[in-house]
């Protein structure tokens, strides 16, 4: 959370320069944002043209330009178009902010991330952001970029300056997994083939998962009820499947969903399993 936050804050440092972000960025970049003197402008979900159009417009009115994006979205499940951000970014000279909380070790060949499943060189990125936490077993954030930026980051960086760095367990921990990602990618392809399964069989139930493409590990089920995710949730719960509903104000009012999460661990039974059951409560709850 404060590696994204401090990243963004650090980087807008003045009232004389712009952080774009995208409407469902999560909100440690919110958070960033806010602690920021910069202006802010939201735009449509994963909207590169608006992007393009507005900064045809306006380059010119800031010194310096943020566009802060995830890698995949923790609440619906869809990659950025990385390769058209980033031919903004040559185009119009800004500072590109990537969080790949949910998409490092979920995507790419070998799961590196949006670099390796887009095939962008990794420099045409200012700042690959992430968590430890996740795919890597342990607990802190991460900011990767030029060595230029890094330096900058060490000095400018509130997240950084003031507060200790992470103890050599949970450090271990995270190169451990690491290497394990790194050595095995079978587990990575296996991931992705779990992930395109249980999202092809929502779809062949017509369960609604908003955007999501079954290209990273999260992929939400659309409720539309706060009352109703709940209920769903605990009737879940009692066949044995473990999902949280999400509802506002983490998520649109409206919008309220489960939000599963897949493993290289699960099987393709459990997976089955799950997708029917879901589907089943669902149709039982609008009775």
């Given at each position: 959370?404060?590696?994204?936050?401090?990243?963004?804050?650090?980087?807008?440092?003045?009232?004389?320069?712009?952080?774009?972000?995208?409407?469902?960025?999560?909100?440690?970049?919110?958070?960033?944002?806010?602690?920021?003197?910069?202006s802010s402008k939201p735009f449509p979900h994963n909207d590169y043209n608006f992007v393009d159009k507005f900064l045809s417009a306006h380059r010119n009115d800031y010194r310096?330009?943020?566009?802060?994006?995830?890698?995949?979205?923790?609440?619906?499940?869809?990659?950025?178009?990385?390769?058209?951000?980033?031919?903004?970014?040559?185009?119009?000279?800004?500072?590109?902010?990537?969080?790949?909380?949910?998409s490092l070790g979920c995507c790419g060949k070998t799961g590196r991330g949006l670099s390796e499943h887009f095939n962008v060189p990794p420099h045409c990125v200012d700042v690959w952001a992430g968590t430890l936490s996740k795919c890597l077993a342990s607990c802190g954030g991460y900011l990767a970029g030029r060595r230029e930026m890094i330096e900058y980051f060490k000095v400018h960086a509130p997240?950084?300056?003031?507060?200790?760095?992470?103890?050599p367990a949970n450090t271990g921990a995270a190169i451990g997994a690491l290497r394990k990602m790194i050595?095995?990618?079978?587990?990575?392809?296996?991931?992705?083939?779990?992930?395109?399964?249980?999202?092809?069989?929502?779809?062949?139930?017509?369960?609604?998962?908003?955007?999501?493409?079954?290209?990273?590990?999260?992929?939400?089920?659309?409720?539309?009820?706060?009352?109703?995710?709940m209920k769903v949730s605990s009737m879940l719960l009692d066949q044995g499947i473990h999902v949280q509903p999400i509802t506002y104000p983490a998520v649109t009012a409206g919008t309220d969903r489960l939000r599963f999460f897949l493993s290289s661990l699960h099987t393709k039974e459990q997976i089955e399993f799950t997708v029917a059951t879901c589907a089943k409560i669902l149709i039982a709850v609008e009775q």
């Amino acid at each position: 959370f404060l590696a994204v936050a401090s990243a963004i804050s650090s980087l807008g440092k003045s009232e004389a320069d712009l952080i774009l972000y995208d409407r469902l960025n999560h909100r440690s970049a919110i958070d960033g944002i806010l602690s920021s003197p910069a202006s802010s402008k939201p735009f449509p979900h994963n909207d590169y043209n608006f992007v393009d159009k507005f900064l045809s417009a306006h380059r010119n009115d800031y010194r310096r330009v943020i566009v802060a994006i995830e890698g995949s979205y923790s609440m619906d499940g869809d990659l950025p178009n990385v390769p058209e951000f980033v031919r903004l970014r040559e185009k119009y000279r800004f500072i590109l902010v990537i969080d790949e909380a949910h998409s490092l070790g979920c995507c790419g060949k070998t799961g590196r991330g949006l670099s390796e499943h887009f095939n962008v060189p990794p420099h045409c990125v200012d700042v690959w952001a992430g968590t430890l936490s996740k795919c890597l077993a342990s607990c802190g954030g991460y900011l990767a970029g030029r060595r230029e930026m890094i330096e900058y980051f060490k000095v400018h960086a509130p997240g950084f300056v003031y507060s200790a760095g992470i103890s050599p367990a949970n450090t271990g921990a995270a190169i451990g997994a690491l290497r394990k990602m790194i050595s095995e990618p079978e587990r990575v392809s296996r991931l992705q083939g779990l992930a395109k399964l249980f999202y092809e069989l929502c779809k062949t139930n017509g369960l609604d998962t908003l955007d999501a493409t079954g290209e990273c590990a999260v992929i939400p089920v659309i409720v539309g009820d706060f009352y109703k995710a709940m209920k769903v949730s605990s009737m879940l719960l009692d066949q044995g499947i473990h999902v949280q509903p999400i509802t506002y104000p983490a998520v649109t009012a409206g919008t309220d969903r489960l939000r599963f999460f897949l493993s290289s661990l699960h099987t393709k039974e459990q997976i089955e399993f799950t997708v029917a059951t879901c589907a089943k409560i669902l149709i039982a709850v609008e009775q």
